[in-house]
């Protein structure tokens, strides 16, 4: 054990032989994420890097899985150790070895290598972060959420929704908990795509596109010119496709794969968004930024945005949805309406300069910056 010990004491090197991984002194605060992937916890992070509000914090990067990265600043991401043979073990002895003051956990995988961690350096801080409402956890996951929850320090949640659900599952993390939403800029796009309404997320099962397409089925049945742009892709999209064709819909409903969403959030009348559990979708903060209306299913994070701005139904109600597109494709003052406050929500509650000074506070409160 002594012998183990002095090796992670030991700084790491890169093999071409050049100064050790932590040059730059010890970390201020290591991000784990699962993979590098572009879902909504690693754009958090990637603002997080290049914050304005964080610029004197030496923040990191470190992947558990070893994909290649070609998305986050190679400078800023935290080597592996050891043999690719090691999977995650090779991310928690790698996160060891930097001696980053707090490691930041996000999602479950990243949660547990920051715990893990912590058991073999225990002045290591954890903070973990939940971003969904827990719905695909089978019992394995729930004995590592457990785990979690008997090592970590500080925990987030990206909606008060979210930290509901972890709350009543595992009671004790209820003192723990610090709700920090979603901030994002709209990003100006030169182009704009023209469509009535339009959805962006994963096509998977929880999502629920089926509802979707059965709301819009009413929707041409009063507004034959209505379109609705689907962006995404995921393991659902063969059977979308034959759902489209089935309901008629292939004039109106075009299912257009992963691409940037903003020229069809600025080209179009209104947000969609059918999801059977959703813990705070980034897709809706950004439709609210360029002044949209959101038309959902009333599931997590979706009762949290404003009033105003925003039109419920209950899950799978095609009718409640379909009626709430039509009120809004036929009354251009109410849209113009709900799309002021949209953008007064996006401005004074989902700002990014408003989510990362209250990351800020959340670090300076673990004695960090």
Same mark, same amino acid.
């Given at each position: 054990?002594?012998?183990?010990?002095?090796?992670?004491?030991?700084?790491?090197?890169?093999?071409?032989?050049?100064?050790?991984?932590?040059?730059?002194?010890?970390?201020?605060?290591?991000?784990?994420?699962?993979?590098?992937?572009?879902?909504?916890?690693?754009?958090?992070?990637?603002?997080?890097?290049?914050?304005?509000?964080? %610029?004197?914090?030496?923040?990191?990067?470190?992947?558990?899985?070893?994909?290649?990265?070609?998305?986050?600043?190679?400078?800023?991401?935290?080597?592996?150790?050891?043999?690719?043979?090691?999977?995650?073990? @090779?991310?928690?002895?790698?996160?060891?070895?930097?001696?980053?003051?707090?490691?930041?956990?996000?999602?479950?995988?990243?949660?547990?290598?920051?715990?893990?961690?912590?058991?073999?350096?225990?002045?290591?801080?954890?903070?973990?972060?939940?971003?969904?409402?827990?719905? %695909?956890?089978?019992?394995?996951?729930?004995?590592?959420?457990?785990?979690?929850?008997?090592?970590?320090?500080?925990?987030?949640?990206?909606?008060?929704?979210?930290?509901?659900?972890?709350?009543?599952?595992?009671?004790?993390?209820?003192?723990?908990?610090?709700?920090?939403?979603?901030?994002?800029?709209?990003?100006?796009?030169?182009?704009?795509?023209?469509?009535?309404?339009?959805?962006?997320?994963?096509?998977?099962?929880?999502?629920?596109?089926?509802?979707?397409?059965?709301?819009?089925?009413?929707?041409?049945?009063?507004?034959?010119?209505? %379109?609705?742009?689907?962006?995404?892709?995921?393991?659902?999209?063969?059977?979308?496709?034959?759902?489209?064709?089935?309901?008629?819909?292939?004039?109106?409903?075009?299912?257009?794969?992963?691409?940037?969403?903003?020229?069809?959030?600025?080209?179009?009348?209104?947000?969609?968004?059918?999801?059977?559990?959703?813990?705070?979708?980034? @897709?809706?903060?950004?439709?609210?930024?360029?002044?949209?209306?959101?038309?959902?299913?009333?599931?997590?994070?979706?009762?949290?945005?404003?009033?105003?701005?925003?039109?419920? @139904?209950?899950?799978?109600?095609?009718?409640?949805?379909?009626?709430?597109?039509?009120?809004?494709?036929?009354?251009?003052?109410?849209?113009?309406?709900?799309?002021?406050?949209?953008?007064?929500?996006?401005?004074?509650?989902?700002?990014?300069?408003?989510?990362?000074?209250?990351?800020?506070?959340?670090?300076?409160?673990?004695?960090?910056?």
């Amino acid at each position: 054990m002594t012998r183990f010990r002095k090796w992670i004491e030991r700084p790491s090197r890169k093999r071409s032989g050049s100064r050790p991984s932590d040059a730059r002194g010890r970390p201020d605060v290591i991000h784990v994420l699962p993979e590098a992937a572009l879902g909504g916890a690693e754009r958090t992070v990637l603002d997080l890097l290049s914050s304005p509000t964080l %610029t004197d914090l030496d923040q990191r990067v470190l992947f558990v899985s070893r994909k290649p990265n070609a998305v986050f600043p190679p400078e800023s991401v935290v080597p592996p150790v050891g043999p690719p043979a090691l999977g995650p073990v @090779a991310a928690v002895l790698a996160l060891v070895r930097a001696r980053p003051r707090v490691a930041h956990g996000w999602l479950l995988r990243g949660n547990l290598t920051a715990c893990l961690a912590k058991l073999l350096r225990r002045d290591l801080l954890v903070i973990t972060s939940e971003r969904n409402l827990g719905h %695909t956890l089978t019992r394995s996951k729930r004995l590592a959420e457990r785990l979690v929850a008997l090592i970590e320090n500080l925990a987030t949640a990206n909606s008060s929704a979210v930290r509901g659900a972890a709350v009543q599952r595992i009671p004790r993390r209820a003192g723990r908990f610090r709700v920090i939403a979603p901030g994002v800029t709209a990003l100006r796009q030169d182009s704009v795509e023209s469509t009535s309404g339009v959805m962006v997320g994963r096509l998977h099962l929880v999502k629920d596109h089926e509802t979707a397409l059965r709301a819009w089925t009413r929707v041409v049945r009063e507004r034959t010119d209505a %379109t609705l742009a689907i962006l995404g892709d995921g393991p659902e999209r063969e059977r979308l496709e034959r759902r489209i064709a089935a309901l008629g819909l292939d004039s109106s409903v075009r299912l257009l794969g992963d691409r940037s969403p903003w020229p069809y959030l600025y080209g179009s009348r209104l947000f969609l968004s059918t999801s059977r559990a959703e813990g705070f979708s980034r @897709a809706m903060l950004e439709a609210l930024s360029t002044g949209l209306p959101i038309v959902t299913t009333a599931t997590g994070g979706s009762r949290e945005l404003p009033d105003e701005a925003t039109w419920l @139904a209950a899950v799978g109600d095609d009718g409640k949805l379909a009626e709430h597109i039509l009120a809004l494709l036929g009354d251009e003052p109410a849209r113009a309406q709900a799309g002021r406050a949209a953008l007064r929500g996006a401005r004074e509650l989902f700002s990014v300069t408003r989510c990362h000074e209250h990351y800020r506070a959340l670090y300076a409160s673990v004695g960090i910056g």
